[in-house]
């Protein structure tokens, strides 16, 4: 008898420590970041450090967007997201970042040595930094298995294959207009602008554009005023602050060399793109390419902008 006893409770036991018929487990979940590093969780993250506003803005469109318990001082969209404690990513104590207990980090520009300094304090660190579509593409899928999004992050790159196909078609047989990027003109003598392996490079010759700095040999970097007026520009798009859009006509007009080109002379000077469009690898860079294409193709840009999504 004693025997039966000892048995049937081994049975409720065991009926109890197993999961229900209709019940999930949490799933271990492990994908490549930007470094080839391995991304490893006993389950989707719940409290999220999103140090770039590019993965924050991936967060929120993932429905992700209210685990984030510490934020980078620039990620500022979607603006419900300002309301969380946020540091400085650049001055990164991984002891600050411990402290708010985050089961997943997140940063971008992640350079190896920061992010084994976060790794050294126990925290689970990923880099996510895509200069292509194809790479943003595969870091939506990533970030949306460490958040349990799977499904979607596969709707949001569906979405995102689909609406640079019709860009695609639409600028499909347009003669390329030489552009000028130009990121920072404070400096009028050498001012930053966006090469190749650029995300910026890429949105332009997607929207049938043609970068005057693809001889730059680097993503990002300064180029001669001599050198932009021999390339002749015939479109200069402003990605910069808001301050220096809003007066950017006026001050190349009013800058030796500069006004004597013919996109000065004639104002195809673009200053309506928020950089944020341009230079954010998150999901609003589609806006971005749409808005660029209606700048540099009107016609075309204004076909892209009818067509269903």
Same mark, same amino acid.
């Given at each position: 008898?004693?025997?039966?006893?000892?048995?049937?409770?081994?049975?409720?036991?065991?009926?109890?420590?197993?999961?229900?018929?209709?019940?999930?487990?949490?799933?271990?979940?492990?994908?490549?970041?930007?470094?080839?590093?391995?991304?490893?969780?006993?389950?989707?993250?719940?409290?999220?450090?999103?140090?770039?506003?590019?993965?924050?803005?991936?967060?929120?469109?993932?429905?992700?967007?209210?685990?984030?318990?510490?934020?980078?001082?620039?990620?500022?969209?979607?603006?419900?997201?300002?309301?969380?404690?946020?540091?400085?990513?650049?001055?990164?104590?991984?002891?600050?970042?411990?402290?708010?207990?985050?089961?997943?980090?997140?940063?971008?520009?992640?350079?190896?040595?920061? =992010? #084994? @300094? !976060? %790794?050294?304090?126990?925290?689970?660190? $990923?880099?996510?930094?895509? +200069?292509?579509?194809?790479?943003?593409? &595969?870091?939506?899928?990533?970030?949306?298995?460490?958040?349990?999004?799977?499904?979607?992050?596969?709707?949001?790159?569906?979405?995102?294959?689909?609406?640079?196909?019709?860009?695609?078609?639409?600028?499909?047989?347009?003669?390329?207009?030489?552009?000028?990027?130009?990121?920072?003109?404070?400096?009028?003598?050498?001012?930053?602008?966006?090469?190749?392996?650029?995300?910026?490079?890429?949105?332009?010759?997607?929207?049938?554009?043609?970068?005057?700095?693809?001889?730059?040999?680097?993503?990002?970097?300064?180029?001669?005023?001599?050198?932009?007026?021999?390339?002749?520009?015939?479109?200069?798009?402003?990605?910069?602050?808001?301050?220096?859009?809003?007066?950017? =006509? #006026? @001050? !190349? %007009?009013?800058?030796?060399?500069?006004? $004597?080109?013919?996109?000065? +002379?004639?104002?195809?000077?673009?200053? &309506?793109?928020?950089?944020?469009?341009?230079?954010?690898?998150?999901?609003?860079?589609?806006?971005?390419?749409?808005?660029?294409?209606?700048?540099?193709?009107?016609?075309?840009?204004?076909?892209?902008?009818?067509?269903?999504?």
């Amino acid at each position: 008898m004693l025997r039966r006893w000892r048995a049937l409770a081994l049975l409720l036991w065991a009926g109890c420590a197993s999961p229900s018929p209709g019940s999930t487990v949490p799933a271990p979940v492990a994908v490549l970041d930007d470094h080839g590093l391995r991304v490893e969780l006993a389950a989707p993250a719940q409290r999220i450090a999103s140090l770039s506003p590019s993965n924050t803005e991936i967060l929120h469109a993932l429905g992700c967007g209210g685990r984030i318990v510490l934020r980078d001082r620039l990620s500022d969209y979607p603006p419900e997201v300002r309301a969380r404690p946020a540091t400085d990513p650049f001055q990164l104590s991984p002891e600050h970042v411990a402290g708010y207990r985050p089961d997943l980090v997140l940063v971008s520009h992640g350079d190896p040595g920061r =992010l #084994a @300094a !976060l %790794r050294r304090t126990g925290l689970v660190a $990923a880099s996510f930094d895509p +200069r292509s579509f194809a790479q943003l593409a &595969a870091n939506v899928r990533a970030i949306g298995s460490l958040c349990g999004a799977r499904g979607r992050a596969e709707a949001m790159v569906r979405t995102l294959e689909a609406r640079l196909s019709r860009v695609d078609e639409r600028v499909r047989g347009l003669s390329r207009i030489r552009v000028f990027v130009e990121l920072d003109g404070s400096d009028r003598t050498r001012p930053w602008t966006a090469g190749p392996g650029s995300f910026v490079d890429e949105l332009l010759r997607r929207a049938g554009a043609e970068n005057v700095a693809a001889g730059l040999g680097k993503p990002y970097g300064t180029m001669s005023a001599e050198a932009v007026f021999a390339a002749r520009p015939e479109v200069i798009l402003v990605a910069s602050t808001a301050a220096l859009q809003s007066r950017a =006509l #006026a @001050a !190349l %007009r009013a800058a030796p060399g500069w006004r $004597a080109l013919d996109a000065v +002379r004639t104002g195809r000077v673009v200053t &309506a793109i928020s950089p944020d469009l341009l230079t954010r690898p998150g999901p609003r860079l589609l806006e971005g390419l749409e808005a660029l294409l209606t700048a540099l193709h009107p016609g075309a840009g204004r076909r892209a902008e009818r067509s269903p999504r």
